[in-house]
C-alpha cells in the first residue's frame, strides 16, 4: 500500500510528490501516475515564457528549486537569467531526475479507470491499461482539469461561477493596480 498517489506530473503533481516523499522521509512511499509518457506539464512542453524571469519573488521553495536545478543543467549560476528560456527536454529531464532522487516511483502512459471510494475517502485505484490495482492513504489530484473529482462521486463545476453562488463580491476577479510587468500587486 502506498502512503501517496498523485495523479498528473504537471508541474504541481511533480511538486506535491516530492513535497509528500520529504514530509514522510525514507520509510515513506509515494508513486505518481501520469496519463502520457512524458511529465512536467506545461513547463516541459515549452509552455514557459520569461514573463517572470528576473523576478525572485515569484517562486519559492519547490518552484524555486526546480529553477535552480534548470539554470544549473545549463551551467547558469543565477537561475533568474536563462532557466526561464529552458528547452522542454531538459525541463522534463531535471523532473526525471529529481523524482529519482527523491526516490518518488514514476509511472507513465497509464490512466485512473476507476477509484474504489466509500463515504469519506478514496481508497484504491484500477489503472488502465494495465489494470493495476493502487491502495493508498492519500490521493492528490494534480491534474489541470480535476479528473478524478468525477471519478471519487464529487459534485464539479466547470467555468466561472456568479459573485452571488457564495457571496464572493470579487469572484473571477484580479484587480491590479501598479500593474508593471513582474511586480504586479493584487488589491482587494
Known amino acids: 500500500m502506498l502512503d501517496v498517489l498523485v495523479y498528473g506530473a504537471t508541474p504541481g503533481g511533480i511538486a506535491a510528490a516530492i513535497a509528500a516523499?520529504?514530509?514522510?522521509?525514507?520509510?515513506?512511499?509515494?508513486?505518481?501516475?501520469?496519463?502520457?509518457?512524458?511529465?512536467?506539464?506545461?513547463?516541459?512542453?515549452?509552455?514557459?515564457?520569461?514573463?517572470?524571469?528576473?523576478?525572485?519573488?515569484?517562486?519559492?521553495?519547490?518552484?524555486?528549486?526546480?529553477?535552480?536545478?534548470?539554470?544549473?543543467?545549463?551551467?547558469?549560476?543565477?537561475?533568474?537569467?536563462?532557466?526561464?528560456?529552458?528547452e522542454p527536454g531538459r525541463a522534463e529531464g531535471v523532473f526525471r531526475q529529481w523524482l529519482e532522487e527523491?526516490?518518488?516511483?514514476?509511472?507513465?502512459?497509464?490512466?485512473?479507470?476507476?477509484?474504489?471510494?466509500?463515504?469519506?475517502?478514496?481508497?484504491?485505484?484500477?489503472?488502465?491499461?494495465s489494470g493495476r490495482q493502487i491502495a493508498a492513504t492519500l490521493f492528490v489530484d494534480a491534474t489541470y482539469e480535476g479528473d478524478l473529482l468525477p471519478l471519487a462521486g464529487v459534485p464539479t463545476l466547470f467555468g466561472r461561477e456568479g459573485a452571488a453562488r457564495w457571496g464572493e463580491s470579487l469572484a473571477g476577479q484580479g484587480l491590479c493596480t501598479d500593474a508593471v510587468r513582474n511586480d504586479a500587486v493584487f488589491t482587494a
Open 102 to 129: 527523491e526516490g518518488v516511483r514514476l509511472t507513465t502512459g497509464e490512466t485512473i479507470e476507476f477509484l474504489a471510494a466509500n463515504e469519506t475517502a478514496v481508497d484504491a485505484a484500477t489503472l488502465a491499461p
Open 21 to 86: 516523499q520529504r514530509e514522510l522521509g525514507a520509510g515513506g512511499v509515494v508513486e505518481l501516475v501520469e496519463p502520457l509518457h512524458r511529465i512536467g506539464g506545461m513547463i516541459a512542453g515549452g509552455m514557459v515564457d520569461d514573463s517572470n524571469a528576473g523576478n525572485t519573488r515569484a517562486y519559492y521553495g519547490v518552484a524555486a528549486e526546480f529553477f535552480r536545478r534548470v539554470a544549473a543543467n545549463y551551467s547558469v549560476t543565477n537561475p533568474a537569467a536563462g532557466c526561464f528560456q529552458g
